[in-house]
T-cell receptor
């Protein structure tokens, strides 16, 4: 079965500092991986996704993530945090062999300190 | 930009009552989903729906749950007899096709509180 672990339910960074949100997955086959962001009172918005093409994936708002099969990781990074990045971030995985449901992590709340 | 909408944003109900959560998926999408998130826990898959049929469901989606597409635009989740443990945020999502790599677009959620 698929599972996703997001280390750190709360992460705080200073404005302008590196953002690193961690995601590790378990999967018996190479999965598809997604990062979503949720701003208050809004739906989950796709940041980026990995679908077995390039291992370094660039998304919206300056975010990127690297798929590392050897580490079963898909960490999300942004070189310089902005106040508007404060939100809840969710990592999700789907297994191409078992259907279309997504398996989510518990989410990481990002706080940006001015 | 098209988006998934959900109503109501917050629903409070008494234990044992029936509730219907409503969603309007993106108009050209063919696959529809419900997920839920109990406070402090993971977002969990409930059910996927395609061509007026359930295509997948989790073990959470038992006989007290049902889904329906009553017309060309709405997609609903009904809970027949709510329990305290049904209190959660319920998210609707839709996708163009049902492939595992296809992006699922999520609504803002309905917070269900069962008293």
């Amino acid at each position: 079965a698929q599972s996703v672990t997001q280390l750190g339910s709360h992460v705080s960074v200073s404005e302008g500092a590196l953002v690193l949100l961690r995601c590790n997955y378990s999967s018996s086959v190479p999965p598809y991986l997604f990062w979503y962001v949720q701003y208050p009172n809004q739906g989950l918005q796709l940041l980026l996704k990995y679908t077995s093409a390039a291992t370094l994936v660039k998304g919206i708002n300056g975010f990127e993530a690297e798929f590392k099969k050897s580490e079963t990781s898909f960490h999300l990074t942004k070189p310089s945090a902005h106040m508007s990045d404060a939100a809840e971030y969710f990592c999700a995985v789907s297994d191409p062999s078992t259907g279309n449901q997504f398996y989510f992590g518990t989410g990481t709340s990002l706080t940006v300190i001015p | 930009e098209p988006e998934v909408t959900q109503t109501p944003s917050h629903q409070v109900t008494q234990m044992g009552q029936e509730v219907i959560l409503r969603c309007v998926p993106i108009s050209n999408h063919l696959y529809f989903y419900w997920y839920r998130q109990i406070l402090g826990q993971k977002v969990e898959f409930l059910v996927s729906f395609y061509n007026n049929e359930i295509s997948e469901k989790s073990e959470i989606f038992d006989d007290q749950f049902s889904v329906e597409r009553p017309d060309g635009s709405n997609f609903t989740l009904k809970i027949r007899s709510t329990k305290l443990e049904d209190s959660a945020m319920y998210f609707c999502a839709s996708s163009e096709d049902g492939g595992g790599s296809d992006t699922q677009y999520f609504g803002p959620g309905t917070r269900l509180t069962v008293l």
